[in-house]
């Protein structure tokens, strides 16, 4: 059987967290130990997943590619943070992680206390930035010294050995290699930036899923990405392919389904007035659009 789908960023995320939340591992950890969410877009749907409910908080992503720029800022839900909350700090204090142990989720600790609590049986995910055509993935950071929490969660789990998964939708396909763009970005060199200047580090050592990934833990078929784009809310949507059993497509068609009509909350963007971020170090001012 052969069926045509598409979907939204928004909806490949909630189908990518579907199929997260299947995985052996993650199952595994979700009985015995526990998973550690790095807040973001791409896994703002994990815990609903895991648990059957969104995590109750109000910064659900961490640093942020907005219509003006790159920019470190939170997205806020209802509760705005102080406006020292985005100046550079220890990524080992990083307070937002989301944690799911025994059934629930909490949140408050930081990285360095949760990565040292983890083991073998525990797993990490985090959404990615960047894939390229052989399946490497990057992390954009913000901050000029340092690897930023990416760094920490990578020296942390050579030593500990749990399980990283990194979330790629294909909105985030470069045309071009990891190890080109990590070139590309570097940062003293840069003169010119709509907003922040960021670095890149490749994120290894872990599994990586896409839309094709989740279609295949979800229902054990092949999906095939055909195209992508769209317009009127469908921006940057990929259309696939699925092909297989009849009853392994149909239960594609029924994930993908389920998907639909996925939407993530509404992201508050402040005014560059007045920010204290200190490696925003090119601000373009005097733009109509940055204001």
């Known amino acids: 059987m052969i069926a045509q789908v598409n979907l939204t960023p928004a909806e490949s ?11 052996e591992i993650v199952k595994q950890a979700a009985l015995d130990g526990m998973i550690v969410v790095h807040p973001s877009s791409s896994t703002y749907f994990l815990t609903e997943e895991l648990i059957g409910e969104n995590p109750r908080i109000d910064n659900w992503v961490c640093g942020s590619i907005t219509p003006k720029g790159l920019c470190v800022e939170m997205g806020i839900i209802s509760n705005p943070l102080p406006r020292d909350a985005n100046k550079a700090v220890d990524p080992g204090t990083f307070p937002f992680s989301l944690v799911v142990k025994g059934g629930k989720v909490s949140t408050g600790q930081p990285l360095a206390t949760l ?65 080109k763009a990590m070139k590309a970005l570097r940062r003293p060199s840069i003169e010119y930036a709509m907003g922040m200047v960021v670095g890149m580090i490749p994120c290894t050592g872990g599994t990586v899923i896409s839309e094709p990934d989740a279609f295949r833990i979800l229902a054990g078929c092949t999906a095939i990405p055909v195209a992508g784009g769209g317009v009127g809310g469908a921006e940057g949507s990929i259309i696939l392919i699925l092909e297989g059993s009849g009853d392994a497509v149909e239960n594609a068609v029924h994930f993908a389904e389920q998907s639909k009509g996925a939407k993530l909350p509404q992201f508050r963007i402040r005014s560059c007035t007045g920010c204290p971020n200190v490696d925003c170090q090119f601000p373009v001012g005097g733009k109509p659009w940055n204001v």
Do not use: C, W
Request: glycine content about 14%.
């Open 13 to 23: 995320k909630k189908l990518m967290a579907k199929a997260v939340a299947r995985m």
């Open 115 to 179: 990565l040292d609590q983890m083991g073998p049986h525990d797993v990490y995910v985090k959404g990615v930035n960047a894939i390229d055509i052989d399946r490497n993935v990057g992390v954009l950071i913000g901050h000029h010294s340092g690897g930023g929490t990416i760094g920490e969660v990578l020296s942390a789990q050579r030593k500990r050995s749990f399980s990283t998964i990194y979330v790629a939708g294909l909105e985030k396909l470069i045309p071009t290699s990891i190890g």
